[in-house]
């Protein structure tokens, strides 16, 4: 396949991944970024992201800080249980932007629930 860069490529986790590492991913709220035909010699042209969603002021924080310590373990040990899966790990850059918008999630106490 042919990129947005003019570089014939191969569909492979690396080229996934290089469509992630170049988005732009301060450019939409909440990470709504479509992934499509993302600039940089190595990204594959056709690649998608999968979003979780959660509310900045949730009624039950002891809830989200649960699911947010399950989204932590998966970004740091889920990589390669993921990739045996056939998914593609979220590149490092992209998860250390996920986990400082975390610290936007607040109690009812205006504390970080995290």
Do not use: C
């Not at 990204?43 to 959660?54: E, H, N, Q, R, V």
């Not at 373990?73 to 979220?90: E, F, I, N, R, T």
């Amino acid at each position: 396949m042919i990129n947005k860069d003019g570089k014939t490529i191969a569909p492979d986790l690396k080229t996934f991944q290089a469509a992630a590492v170049n988005a732009d991913w301060s450019s939409a709220p909440g990470f709504g970024i479509i992934l499509t035909n993302q600039s940089g010699p190595k990204s594959w042209p056709i690649t998608s992201a999968t979003f979780i969603l959660m509310h900045k002021k949730p009624a039950d924080a002891s809830a989200s800080k649960e699911a947010l310590k399950f989204f932590a373990w998966a970004y740091d040990k889920g990589g390669d249980m993921a990739a045996s899966l056939d998914y593609v790990p979220m590149p490092k850059n992209v998860v250390e932007k996920i986990k400082k918008e975390w610290a936007k999630i607040v109690g009812p106490d205006g504390k970080p629930v995290m």
